[in-house]
Every structure is written in C-alpha cells, then in structure tokens.
C-alpha cells in the first residue's frame, strides 16, 4: 500500500454548495450534492455518474474522458442530487461491432431509466421504448419524492429496481413498488408492492399503470398503492435459484407508526421475490415496527460455504444497528440462531413498540452498542459537561430507545453495513468505529 501512487485524477466539475442534510430541511437553502458513486469496469473504461446524473465513460489508464452524457434533469426540483452508480447489459441480438451491443444502463432522478451505446455514448432504446418511466403508475408527486438513485439489477434481459423515496415527511408518498422491466422490449414483466394485502405481482395487472409525475399527474394515474415501504439500495439476484434479494426502507415516516398495519410486513426486511414472476419466496424482518429509520442500508451479499460438511448457500446482510445477519439464501432461515430480544417499551400516543427485537448470536456486532451514558465525549471537559448536562433529562436505553414526546435519543451507526465475501468463507464488513466520540457524532 506505501508504494501506491495517484495515477491520475478526473474531476468532473459537477458540485453544488449548500447546507449539509440537516440544516437543509427547512427548505430554506439548497442542500449539498453528495458524491455517491461506484465506478463499474467495462473492458478498459470505467463508467459512472456524477450527482447531477451525468453519464460519463473514462479511460481506465489514463482517466481521459471518452463521451459524457448529460440527460435532461430539472436539478432545481432535487434538493439533494445525487447517483450511485450505472450498470451494464450487453444485447446479445445486435452483433459485437454495432451500436448498443454493450449498453449502460442509467438510472436518473427524475425517474426514468436510459440505455447508452459503451462505446459511443449515444441512446440505446429499449425495443420500441426510448426509455422507461417508473413514475407510471404512481399517482401525483412532488417533485424528489420518487427518485432513482441506485442501478438497476440486471440478469439476462429483465432488469428490475426500486425507487428512493423522501419516507420521512409525510404518510402519502409514492408506492415503493418494485418492478422487473424486459430490456429487449421496454414492457413491464411484474410489479411487486411491499404490502401485505396487495397482491399485484402479475404483468396483466400491473401494466395498468399510466403516466404521472411531478408536474403532469392527476389522481386518476394512481395504480400503486401510496406510503408502501420502499428499497433504495442495491439488489442481488442468483439466476440458478431465480431469485432477487431486495433490501426494504422502514415504512413512512419514519419515526411515527401508529397508522402503518399491514404497511409494516415487509419494512426494514431482506425479501426473496421470483425473477420470474415477482411473487415473494421468502423474507427476513431485520426490525419489528421500526420506528428508528434502520431500515436495511446495504445489498445483501451471497456467499458459499461449508458447514458441519454441508454445502450452504448464504446471504450476509449487515444493518445500521452493526447486526449481520446470516442467512440461507434458498430459505431465508438463519445460519446461526437469532434470538428475540426484549426492548424498551412505551412511545409517543397513538404509537406502539414491538415487544422483542432479532438480534444475531453470530457473528458478534460490529461494534459495541452503548448502554449508558458514558460515551458522552467532549473536546474540552466543559464541552462534555454541557452535553452530559442536555442529555440528563432525555430517556435513553440504548439504541432501541422508542421516540418520546418528553425527549429521547437514540444511537445507530448509518455508515456501517457493507460486506463482501472472498473464496475462503471469510467476510469483510466495513464498521463503524466504536468510540466513545462516534457514538457523540450520531446520536440523535
């Protein structure tokens, strides 16, 4: 690692200063853009978008700038821009020499999806679909309150996402269906809404869906139902078990569940649907009634192993609590047993607790939940004082504290949960470090 040295640097000029998350929810100022990003490897290119949803393809080399694609996106309507990346789908119908053969597919906030030639950067059309527009369907929306951060999965021609939504403002947001679309034809294969008592997981119904969208949208679009949990992360999918693995939000909003019922069945959960058809084999619930924003943050990993000589399908999904959970991906049982864990019961009127929490017995977490107060750090002795001081009155046990109309605070770790696995069964997960001034930093 000492004798790495900076190749080269691309910059893509793409920036916007504003306040940070927090401060910018009054809505008075513009928020940052935030740098989200994977570059993916094509051969010698690397590909990715930049927080106003260009496209660009760079030499891997060199960092010279082949084509750069540049949809059009209203930024003005996104107070927070961002993308995390593109992906690629190669069109065995057209020869290797011809355009989209290799196609990148991007997904842009306005919610819609494009294809570009890898080569080129020139548009590759879905069949006889320029393009596909998820805000089908969805009924009228503000503008940012559907949004397509993440690629798509892609396996063979079905391409299949979610949709990012603004879950903690208020109960009417937009479905956060899920949909697998044929690339070769730009037709809706299913569509699956994470709701209990809906079953829409059939093309025929589910291609009712009509246009609408921030600015052109009537109450008569609404195919999907509203305020359904959502899933902003990666998906993994396994073709020989056809099957997708999507990680879901918790319900909005986020902190309040009093109204939520059947909403609540697949929140902050690893679900199991048929690439095929779309209909739910299996799912895994991380957290009961979440009212704490866990949600499940990262793509589920697969892995193989052996254990007590038994070959093991696995998934490893880690959470924002530092749990990883392991589970046989066939199934969705867990490797090793989880255990439900009584918690702090009693929160805000019209709400409720879940009785008892899952909690892994392996592997450990990755990091030391705090129990007690005495992670309260300062910079100075005063500084840690003045703290300890504001946080006397407020109720807190832990990360599972419920709100509280009194005053509570909680604690969670938003940037752990990644994993990746290697060949010799170990797993790699990226903490967050368990000190005593983290846990300061995010607390609420």
Not at 215 to 231: H, K, V, W
Not at 370 to 397: H, N, V
Request: proline share 8%.
């Amino acid at each position: 690692m000492r004798n790495l040295k900076v190749a080269w640097t691309h910059r893509s000029g793409d920036f916007r200063e504003g306040d940070n998350f927090i401060g910018g929810l009054s809505g008075e100022a513009p928020l940052q853009s935030s740098w989200q990003a994977t570059p993916i490897l094509v051969e010698d290119h690397l590909y990715l978008c930049t927080p106003f949803n260009r496209i660009l393809a760079i030499h891997a080399e060199t960092g010279a700038e082949r084509w750069s694609y540049a949809p059009d996106v209203d930024l003005e309507n996104f107070p927070m821009p961002r993308c995390r990346g593109v992906t690629q789908w190669t069109d065995q119908r057209v020869p290797p020499t011809e355009p989209c053969h290799r196609v990148i597919i991007a997904p842009l906030m306005d919610a819609r999806v494009v294809g570009l030639d890898a080569v080129t950067g020139q548009t590759c059309p879905f069949g006889d679909v320029a393009e596909l527009d998820l805000s089908k369907g969805l009924g009228p929306y503000d503008a940012g309150f559907y949004m397509l951060n993440t690629p798509p999965a892609i396996t063979g021609n079905t391409l299949i996402t979610g949709g990012s939504i603004a879950d903690n403002i208020t109960t009417a947001v937009p479905s956060g269906v899920v949909r697998a679309y044929d690339l070769t034809t730009g037709s809706l294969l299913w569509a699956w809404e994470p709701v209990l008592s809906i079953d829409r997981s059939n093309s025929e119904v589910a291609s009712e869906g009509t246009e609408s969208s921030a600015t052109a949208a009537t109450a008569a679009d609404l195919r999907y139902q509203q305020g359904t949990t959502n899933s902003w992360s990666y998906l993994s999918v396994d073709p020989e078990l056809d099957l997708v693995y999507v990680p879901t939000g918790n319900t909005s909003p986020d902190y309040y569940g009093g109204h939520r019922g059947d909403l609540d069945h697949y929140s902050s959960s690893v679900v199991a649907l048929s690439i095929s058809t779309g209909e739910v084999v299996w799912h895994f619930q991380t957290v009961h009634h979440d009212i704490w924003d866990f949600d499940v943050p990262s793509q589920p990993t697969l892995f193989e192993t052996e254990i007590d000589g038994h070959a093991v399908k696995g998934l490893a999904q880690t959470t924002k609590q530092g749990y990883v959970f392991l589970l046989d991906r066939v199934t969705g049982e867990p490797i090793f047993p989880v255990e439900e864990v009584p918690m702090p019961q009693g929160t805000v009127p019209g709400d409720y607790t879940a009785p008892t929490q899952p909690v892994p017995t392996r592997p450990r977490s990755l990091f030391d939940l705090p129990g007690e107060r005495d992670f309260i750090w300062g910079l100075l002795p005063w500084d840690k004082w003045a703290c300890k001081d504001t946080l006397e009155d407020l109720r807190f046990e832990g990360p599972f504290t419920p709100p509280a109309l009194e005053g509570a605070y909680t604690c969670r770790a938003p940037l752990a949960g990644r994993t990746g696995a290697d060949l010799r069964s170990i797993l790699f997960a990226k903490s967050w470090w368990s000190t005593p001034s983290t846990w300061a930093l995010w607390c609420s």
